[in-house]
Every structure is written in structure tokens, then in C-alpha cells.
Nanobody, 118 residues
Framework: QGQLVESGGGSVQPGGSLRLSCVAS????????MNWYRQAPGKERELVAG????????NYGEPVKGRFTISRDYMKNTVSLQMNSLKPEDTAVYYC???????????WGKGTLVAVSS
């Protein structure tokens, strides 16, 4: 059974930085795309950033453009999210999401908390 394992969440002051990572392991198919979503208390889950693993095509949610950078290691089935200039409104649980090549099946990680406060 495959899984997505996130790491790198934590607490930081406004203006600080954090780096999240997610590893996809144990799947029969490689990920076609890997994405980061987030969900703040009382709000809907939203796309933060996504990347296609082979082509490296990237898209960002509007609130994080210019501050967050997504990258991937195709051979290691890993995606990272560098988050700079963090704001209190970035506080949320961040989830790794993957769409597998071939099957099109989607998987979610358990989430990692990012808390931005002074």
C-alpha cells in the first residue's frame, strides 16, 4: 500500500521560512503530479502549489505567488515546498496530494501543521 509522508511543518514568526517535503513510496505507479493543499480552521481546503513530475509544469495559488516555491525530485518521487515571507494567514494544515500516472488514482498525506504567529 502506497503512502505520502510529509515533513517539515512547525511554528514560525511572521516573515520567517519553512520547507515542507513529501515522499511518495510504495505505489505501483509513479506520481504524474504532486500538489500541496492547505486547510485553515473553518475554511475550505485550497491548492497551494502543484507540479507535474516528468515535465516540471508548475502552478501556484494566488495567495502564495512570489513567496512559495515548489520543486520536485523525479527519481525520488519527492516534492518540496519552500515557504518564505510567511504570514499569519498561511497558518493551516498542509497536505501532500498525488495523482498517479497510469491509474489516475489520487492519494493524500496525513497533513503537517504550519503555524505562523508572533
Amino acid at each position: 500500500q502506497g503512502q505520502l509522508v510529509e515533513s517539515g511543518g512547525g511554528s514560525v514568526q511572521p516573515g520567517g521560512s519553512l520547507r515542507l517535503s513529501c515522499v511518495a513510496s510504495g505505489f505501483l505507479f509513479r506520481p504524474f503530479a504532486m500538489n500541496w493543499y492547505r486547510q485553515a480552521p473553518g475554511k475550505e481546503r485550497e491548492l497551494v502549489a502543484g507540479i507535474t513530475m516528468a515535465g516540471g509544469r508548475i502552478n501556484y495559488g494566488e495567495p502564495v505567488k512570489g513567496r512559495f516555491t515548489i520543486s520536485r525530485d523525479y527519481m525520488k518521487n519527492t516534492v518540496s515546498l519552500q515557504m518564505n515571507s510567511l504570514k499569519p494567514e498561511d497558518t493551516a494544515v498542509y497536505y501532500c496530494h498525488s495523482i498517479l500516472d497510469g491509474s489516475g488514482m489520487e492519494y493524500w498525506g496525513k497533513g503537517t501543521l504550519v503555524a505562523v504567529s508572533s
